[in-house]
């Protein structure tokens, strides 16, 4: 069946089986690599992507639900200028450690402070509940959303653009 769907910014199509999940289909197809292959029935949440507005199991989604819609990668959040907010403080602050569940953790918060842009820490812990790390813990990864948070809002943090064109 033929797919064709929006991701980070760019028109994109793919024959694939009916079996084809949305996971595979960005890593195999697209060879964005950044959603991760955990536990593949989606308890894990290295495989997070944003749908729609809406954090998503990659590896729980057909390719072919995703067809006509918008999907955003961790591949699509820095732009030309830098690092999103969430990527800069997750970085800067070590709230990962080996970076395997990092894409899925990113995503959620990502599309929990599109959302919200106002979490208080119990919606932080709620949100990124479905995503596991064996590193580090969790209290870096909340604080950063807090900090991230606090960077979105204000006026010196330059705006921005919508995912770049690949």
Avoid: W
Avoid at 17 to 31: A, C, D, I
Avoid at 105 to 120: C, F, G, Q, R, Y
Avoid at 150 to 161: F, G, I, N, V
């Amino acid at each position: 069946m033929n797919v064709t769907l929006t991701v980070n910014g760019e028109l994109r199509s793919a024959s694939v089986p009916p079996e084809t999940t949305l996971l595979v289909l960005l890593r195999e197809h697209f060879l964005l690599t950044g959603a991760k292959t955990g536990c593949d029935i989606g308890d894990c949440g290295a495989c997070t992507v944003i749908v729609d507005g809406l954090a998503v199991n990659a590896c729980l989604m057909l390719a072919a639900q995703a067809d006509g819609r918008t999907v955003t990668t961790i591949e699509g959040l820095a732009t030309r200028d830098g690092l999103h907010p969430l990527q800069k403080v997750f970085e800067e602050n070590g709230a990962l450690q080996c970076g395997f569940c990092g894409p899925g953790v990113i995503m959620t918060a990502k599309a929990l402070l599109d959302e919200n842009p106002s979490p208080t820490t119990q919606e932080i812990r709620s949100a990124l509940a479905g995503n596991l790390c064996r590193c580090t813990g969790y209290v870096k990864m909340i604080d950063g959303v807090h900090e991230a948070a606090r960077m979105l809002q204000s006026p010196e943090t330059p705006a921005l653009a919508a995912p770049q064109q690949r």
